[in-house]
């Protein structure tokens, strides 16, 4: 792990190999060690770089009232910092979020843009019901949605083969910073439709992939996306769920490499 300075705050980073730049953003509640199998499979031939979003393991806390911008902004501080003109940028879910932010904001430093796992227009439904668990996170903290969570991205009850990264995932849960995490989640409870009439300007490449059976991260939505883009494409890997990046790590990163190679 290493750290800079990025203005008044700090990001923490992790960062193998040499060759085109790849960076990974992390979900709310999640941290950069999440990504570890994709950095293990990227630094052999990739720049890997994966960091702590705001608000999470050891960055700095984001704004009381964050926006897109401020996460979109973390983004382009780390890769000045780290002397990268341009990257290819993939973020799971929140980390989806911010990664379609900042190819819009900046085009100019991204080569192409991979959004797992995003969130667009949700119903009104799925709407309330992730504003309900946003509420109870900041009255309860981190602890108080994990049962829920682990069951809606792995499973209830969760399957015997994915036992060991459904634990894995309750611990970044668990220790998830409770004000970053409140204020973060927060953000991403409200943030599904910040994109809706922006997305026929991304001028990247750009892949939405998503778990067949992932409902609030739904291949409708990844879908939709993909068809607002100009050079947008949308992929479904079959029986997988939101936590698809740990559960399935060969078959994401396989994905994530052609499209790599497909980037300008």
């Known amino acids: 792990m290493s750290e800079a300075a990025l203005g008044a705050g700090e990001t923490r980073w992790r960062r193998a190999g040499t060759g085109r730049p790849i960076v990974f953003i992390h979900g709310v509640g999640m941290a950069s060690a999440v990504w570890a199998p994709q950095i293990e499979a990227f630094a052999a031939t990739h ?4 960091y702590d979003m705001l608000g999470h393991g050891g960055s700095a806390l984001p704004p009381e009232r964050p926006g897109l911008s401020d996460y979109s902004d973390q983004l382009r501080s780390l890769l000045d910092t780290l002397d990268l003109d341009r990257a ?8 989806a979020l911010v990664a ?12 192409g843009v991979a959004a797992l796992n995003a969130v667009y227009r949700r119903t009104p439904a799925q709407r309330e019901a992730v504003l309900d668990r946003a509420r109870r996170i900041e009255a309860e903290g981190p602890g108080g949605a994990v049962d829920g969570t682990i069951a809606r991205w792995f499973g209830d009850p969760v399957p015997a083969a994915l036992a060991a990264v459904a634990g894995q995932t309750r611990a970044f849960l668990e220790s998830a910073d409770p004000v970053g995490y409140a204020r973060t989640y927060r953000l991403f409870a409200s943030s599904d439709a910040a994109h809706a009439g922006r997305l026929g300007g991304l001028a990247v490449p750009a892949l939405f992939l998503t778990g067949e059976a992932d409902p609030n991260s739904s291949p409708e939505m990844s879908r939709a996306m993909a068809a607002a883009v100009p050079r947008g494409r949308a992929e479904i890997l079959p029986g997988e769920r939101h936590m698809m990046s740990l ?10 490499r052609a499209f790599v190679e497909e980037a300008p």
């Open 47 to 50: 720049t890997a770089v994966a």
């Open 88 to 95: 290819v940028v993939v973020g799971h879910s929140m980390g």
């Open 100 to 111: 379609l932010e900042f190819a819009l904001n900046h085009p100019d430093r991204t080569l």
């Open 247 to 256: 559960t399935a790590p060969a078959l994401v990163n396989a994905r994530l």
